[in-house]
């Protein structure tokens, strides 16, 4: 069974500073897929990021990166530059490439103040 | 515009009834997805379908059931048997490759009486 934990129900930034958001996952296959995803109030899901599993280097999207330590299991994400429109519910998910069956976390709310 | 179209957006049933969810998809996605949102608990897998014809139960199916006769459509019917049915449900697609990223409904939400 693959499982997505965030730990962090709730976290707050100050506009321009930087925030990391945790997220561990348990899985027994060796290839997979990871993504965050973000949720603004409106409800619309919004891909931010995506990490395959087996490529080393971290990946990259303008002032999102992810911290990808497979060995730990561990795939966060580094927030810079903080945003007002990066307010919103942020969610870790892992695709399992054997089934097809893709799994979220918890959520954390992100508020980013002005 | 290419998306995916979930309809009604807002849904009261009273209990005892069975309610039908519709999610249509024309992004030519091989693979379709319910997921159920209630406050602090993120998003959870009821159903998935990979292929039309096929489909397999996720964390939490009991009380709801699915069928995919059509590749572009993936309606999900909550039963009387679901003993909380109110919630947020999302209906998502995303390609048959492995990193294709998955593309949201806007999302029905149901209230019971």
């Known amino acids: 069974a693959q499982t997505v934990t965030q730990s962090q129900p709730e976290m707050s930034v100050q506009e321009a500073e930087t925030v990391t958001l945790s997220c561990t996952y348990d899985?027994?296959?060796?290839?997979?897929?990871l993504f965050w995803y973000k949720q603004p109030p409106s409800r619309q899901m919004i891909l931010v990021i995506r990490?395959?599993?087996?490529?080393?280097q971290n990946a990259t999207e303008n002032r999102f990166s992810v911290n990808f330590q497979k060995a730990a299991k561990s795939f966060s994400l580094k927030i810079s530059d903080s945003q007002l429109g990066d307010t919103a519910m942020y969610f870790c998910?892992?695709?399992?490439?054997?089934?097809?069956?893709?799994?979220f976390g918890q959520g954390t709310i992100l508020t980013v103040h002005p | 515009d290419g998306g995916i179209t979930q309809s009604p957006k807002y849904l009261f049933r009273k209990e005892g009834q069975n309610v039908t969810l519709s999610c249509e998809q024309n992004?030519?996605?091989?693979?379709m997805y319910w997921y159920r949102q209630d406050p602090g608990q993120g998003l959870r897998l009821i159903y998935y379908?990979?292929?039309?014809?096929?489909?397999q139960k996720g964390d939490i199916a009991e009380g709801y059931s699915v069928s995919r006769e059509k590749k572009e459509s993936f309606p999900l019917t909550v039963t009387s048997a679901q003993k909380n049915p109110t919630a947020f449900y999302l209906c998502?697609?995303?390609?048959?490759?492995?990193?294709?990223?998955?593309?949201f409904g806007e999302g029905s939400r149901l209230t019971v009486l």
């Open positions: 379908s990979q292929i039309v014809n096929d489909f």
């Open positions: 998502a697609s995303r390609t048959g490759r492995a990193a294709g990223e998955l593309f």
């Open positions: 998910a892992f695709l399992g490439t054997s089934y097809g069956k893709l799994t």
């Open positions: 899985t027994s296959e060796n290839n997979y897929y």
């Open positions: 992004l030519n996605h091989d693979a």
């Open positions: 990490q395959e599993a087996y490529k080393q």
